[in-house]
C-alpha cells in the first residue's frame, strides 16, 4: 500500500514511516520541509496523489486558543486534498481522553479535529495516546522555579513514542476503524510522582512539591488521561528512562 504520512519528520511521523516501509509498504513523509503546508494548501494535491492511506501527524504551533483554528484549517485543506485524491483512509492520532478536559484549548482543538474527520467524506481512524514518556522533560521545565518544580497529582500513564508510533502504523495498515482505537502505557502514576522519579534517576536534587494548581494538567479533573482498558503497550517508563 502507499501511504502519505503528513508531518511525516516529526517525532511520532518519522517512527511511522520507517516501521510501514519496514513492513514491505510504500509511506512518503511530508511536511513544511518538503514543501507541503496544511494551512494554504501548498503541495498537498501531489503529497496524497495515489495513495491509499492518509496519516495526518501535523500538530499546532501552539497549545492556545490558537490551536483551534489550526486544526479546524488543517484539517479541512487535507480532507478536501485527499477525496480529490481518491484516498481511501485518513488516519489521525489524537489523545485519550480529549474530549473530558474543555478547560484546555489544546485540547477542544484536538477533539475539533476528530469531530471534523468523522464528519468528513473519508472513511477513518483515530489512535488516541496517552501522554508520551518524551514529554516528561517538557511538563518539568513548565513549573521550575529555582531548586523546586511544582506538579499536580493529576494521574498519568505514560507510552513510549515508539510504541505509539507501532500502533498507528498498525492501524493505518489495516481497515478503517469509523471510530477510536485508545493506546495507553503499562503504568499509572500521579504526574508529581512521575516527576521525582524523572529527576531521580537524571540525578537532578530539585524537589517536587505537589501543587494542585500548577501547570497545564492542574485541569484535568479525575482519571480522564488514563484508561487501563485501553490497548497497552509493552515500554514501562523506569526501563524506558
Known amino acids: 500500500m502507499k501511504f502519505a504520512v503528513i508531518g511525516g519528520t516529526g517525532l511520532i511521523g518519522s517512527q511511522v514511516v520507517r516501521n510501514l516501509n519496514a513492513a514491505g509498504h510504500e509511506a512518503v513523509p511530508h511536511s513544511q520541509s518538503t514543501g507541503v503546508d496544511v494551512i494554504s494548501g501548498q503541495g498537498l494535491d501531489e503529497a496524497v496523489a495515489g495513495a491509499d492511506v492518509v496519516v495526518n501527524l501535523t500538530n499546532s504551533p501552539t497549545f492556545d486558543e490558537a490551536s483551534l483554528a489550526f486544526f479546524r484549517t488543517s484539517m479541512t485543506t487535507l480532507l478536501a486534498a485527499a477525496q480529490k485524491g481518491g484516498v481511501g483512509h485518513f488516519v489521525i492520532l489524537s489523545i485519550v481522553g480529549v474530549d473530558q478536559v474543555p478547560e484546555l484549548d489544546y485540547y477542544r482543538a484536538k477533539a475539533l479535529q476528530e469531530d471534523i474527520l468523522a464528519a468528513g467524506p473519508i472513511a477513518y481512524s483515530i489512535v488516541r495516546a496517552t501522554q508520551f514518556m518524551e514529554f516528561m522533560d517538557a511538563v518539568l521545565s513548565w513549573t521550575a522555579d529555582g531548586d523546586t518544580v511544582r506538579l499536580p497529582a493529576t494521574p498519568i500513564q505514560p507510552i ?11 492501524v493505518a495498515a489495516g481497515a478503517p476503524l469509523g471510530g477510536i482505537r485508545n493506546i495507553a502505557g ?6 508529581d510522582e512521575l516527576g521525582r522519579i524523572t529527576l531521580s534517576h537524571k540525578g537532578d536534587s530539585r524537589t517536587v512539591v505537589t501543587d494542585r494548581t500548577a501547570g497545564m494538567f492542574a485541569a484535568v479533573r479525575g482519571d480522564v488521561l488514563t484508561d487501563k482498558d485501553a490497548h497497552l503497550a509493552p515500554t514501562r517508563y523506569t526501563d524506558w528512562l
Open 160 to 170: 513510549a513514542s515508539k510504541d505509539v508510533a507501532a500502533a498507528v502504523a498498525e
Open 186 to 191: 503499562p503504568e499509572v502514576f500521579p504526574l
